[in-house]
């Protein structure tokens, strides 16, 4: 390929595609272990992971060796047709899954994940009603759009989706009122990302699941950014709560496209065939690197070591006492950094200064960084996240 800088890649990004996101103004040409290059060459400390996407950082060699011993035997295979490395993967998945959740299906996103779970809510208990929490984000096709709440996503669609409910998160009496007769699930992020990092009381969960057991509704948790990366497997196993439901993507394959869908036996039992179905999902190459993402997780220690790592981080900003900030909170490697003012300078100014992060709602900037992130990495990393502060 013929070398080209950051100014012809991003005229050329600009002009090729739709106006439809933020552009950063780079070029990102390569990435190894926790760092990026753009096509200029310039170093940058990743504290996003492509919005959560790549866990173990860039090139990790397991999950390289995979995709390219994979890729050498079979990349596509259609799930009428069983796979070995498939059931591996699966196998594996569910091993680490809440207790209950004993089936999977597979897709190719997390928007995908979460739009089989309201089909399969709808077609398990002939409900169409969802309840959902305000400043959630579950994606945006039509089915995921109709739960999340932010209104510029779902305004130009207004009249084409389902029925859904925003309640406050976090508040279990009006939860409980939202929930009658026709509500088919109630679907929440344990840690709220999209809006601002905001991590779920464990009562609240605990509350979930007992009032959607007793109006007869489903439970779907929306670990879509949230799995892996908080201390724990699935965030919800930090308040001990199983759902009906749970999605899952983003880190899941550390970053080849792949979405899964959990379920119950009682779930599974219930979808009739044919009821749903993805060409691509399941295919060898994203289960294989989704295998060898799963194994380096367990073999390395790094749910753990993001709890630990991520404790660091959290105790470090908040001893920056930085009269720009208001709150920094967060689970895990999933923290929030709320500002008195909008956060667009600082993730400039940081930018600048070879850090990479990302916005969550207006105010927050969010951190995401690999779980191989280090100690010493973090300080690097907060002494740059400070002079940003200063000079925004």
């Not at 991003?10 to 950063?24: F, G, H, S």
């Amino acid at each position: 390929m013929i070398a080209r800088s950051t100014e012809v890649i991003v005229a050329l990004d600009r002009e090729l595609q739709p106006p439809l996101y933020a552009k950063r103004g780079l070029a990102l040409v390569r990435g190894e272990g926790i760092w990026l290059w753009d096509a200029d060459g310039r170093r940058y400390l990743d504290l996003m992971s492509n919005y959560g996407v790549n866990i173990l950082g860039h090139a990790h060699p397991r999950v390289t060796a995979a995709i390219i011993e994979q890729a050498s035997r079979l990349l596509s295979c259609h799930q009428s047709f069983a796979s070995d490395v498939r059931a591996a993967f699966l196998e594996r998945l569910l091993a680490v899954a809440p207790a209950g959740l004993t089936r999977a299906f597979l897709s190719n996103s997390g928007t995908e994940a979460v739009e089989a779970a309201l089909k399969f809510a709808w077609a398990a208990t002939g409900r169409r009603r969802i309840v959902a929490a305000r400043r959630g984000y579950h994606g945006r096709t039509l089915g995921a759009l109709a739960a999340t709440a932010e209104k510029k996503y779902r305004e130009p669609f207004a009249g084409l989706l389902a029925e859904a409910e925003h309640v406050p998160y976090g508040d279990i009496g009006t939860l409980t009122a939202a929930l009658d007769e026709h509500t088919a699930a109630v679907i929440l992020e344990p840690v709220q990302g999209e809006s601002g990092i905001y991590p779920a009381p464990d009562e609240y969960l605990r509350a979930a699941r007992e009032l959607t057991r007793q109006a007869g509704a489903l439970l779907i948790f929306d670990e879509v950014q949230t799995a892996f990366r908080t201390g724990a497997w699935f965030a919800c196993q930090h308040a001990g709560v199983t759902p009906d439901l749970l999605c899952v993507a983003k880190g899941l394959a550390n970053g080849v496209p792949i979405g899964a869908t959990l379920m119950t036996e009682e779930i599974a039992a219930a979808l009739p065939a044919g009821v749903h179905g993805s060409t691509f999902g399941g295919n060898p190459l994203a289960c294989a690197a989704g295998l060898a993402t799963l194994e380096t997780l367990a073999v390395d220690s790094l749910i753990p070591h993001s709890a630990d790592v991520g404790a660091h981080f959290l105790r470090r900003l908040r001893e920056l006492e930085h009269p720009a900030v208001r709150e920094v909170r967060g689970r895990g490697l999933m923290l929030g950094i709320e500002l008195k003012s909008r956060s667009t300078p600082v993730l400039k100014a940081m930018q600048e200064r070879g850090l990479l992060a990302l916005p969550a709602g207006t105010v927050v900037v969010r951190l995401l960084p690999p779980l191989i992130i280090t100690r010493e990495q973090v300080d690097e990393a907060v002494a740059g996240i400070a002079a940003a502060l200063d000079a925004a």
